[in-house]
């Protein structure tokens, strides 16, 4: 237990639909991010928030769109995606985030993951 | 951030010490050390991490070489649910943590 809680663990969509991925901590963090990992590839960060302001956008397409409505949550609205979107989807968070954690990265906390398969 | 190099994979047996390498030749003077691990289908964790001391922790210790152009994070008697993906990740300010394709530590019994 991280106290990152991703939902759904899994979850399959066709091109069409309109799905959200869901995360939660409850570890008063200040930064949550997105990264996708897919098959036999490294972790890709998506997007960085802080203090709940996007402050990292890794040139994701907009089929693709988060959103944080308070600093203990975090979605990944999801439209019109691609079989190659299919991938492990982790939700992560920090203490703090750049100039706030005083010059030092904050350790990552990551939920289990969000399992999606675009049919 | 710096570039890391990890060997693919290793092995050891189970009891004995896992001994993972890391070169970060390129590390600047205000980056750290981080490692995490990733047990198959779930979120990384994190291990521990340093600038420049050793440092220990109840999961692993991690040595810096004097120069801090590698590293060596050390599981001092690995068992069998150690087997994962671990990542030496170099990072600064910013927080954004990227990661390799790590090396493989498989603990036989």
């Known amino acids: 237990e991280t106290g990152v809680t991703q939902t759904p663990r899994h979850l399959v969509m066709g091109m069409t639909n309109k799905k959200s991925l869901k995360c939660e901590q409850h570890l008063g963090h200040n930064a949550m991010y997105w990264y996708k990992q897919s098959a036999k590839k490294p972790l890709e960060l998506m997007f960085v928030?802080?203090?709940?302001?996007?402050?990292e956008n890794n040139s994701v397409p907009s089929r693709f769109s988060p959103e944080c409505p308070n600093s203990s949550h975090l979605f990944l609205h999801l439209h019109t995606l691609q079989p190659e979107d299919s991938a492990l989807y982790l939700c992560?968070?920090?203490?703090?985030?750049?100039?706030?954690?005083?010059?030092?990265?904050?350790?990552?906390?990551f939920g289990e993951g969000s399992r999606l398969t675009v049919l | 951030d710096a570039k890391t190099t990890q060997p693919p994979s290793m092995d050891c047996a189970e009891g004995r010490a896992a001994n993972l390498p890391c070169n970060h030749s390129?590390?600047?003077?205000?980056?750290?050390v981080y490692w995490y691990r990733q047990i198959h289908s779930q979120g990384p964790q994190y291990i521990i991490h340093?600038?420049?001391n050793n440092e220990t922790n109840e999961m692993a210790s991690l040595i810096i070489t004097e120069d801090r152009k590698s590293s060596t994070l050390i599981l001092p008697h690995a068992t069998l649910r150690d087997t994962a993906v671990y990542y030496c990740?170099?990072?600064?300010?910013?927080?954004?943590?990227?990661f390799g394709k790590g090396i493989t530590l498989s603990v036989r019994p």
């Open positions: 992560a968070s920090s203490q703090d985030w750049g100039a706030l954690s005083g010059g030092r990265t904050g350790e990552l906390f």
């Open positions: 340093g600038l420049k």
């Open positions: 390129t590390i600047s003077g205000n980056e750290y």
């Open positions: 990740i170099v990072s600064g300010a910013n927080s954004k943590l990227t």
């Open positions: 928030y802080s203090l709940e302001e996007r402050v």
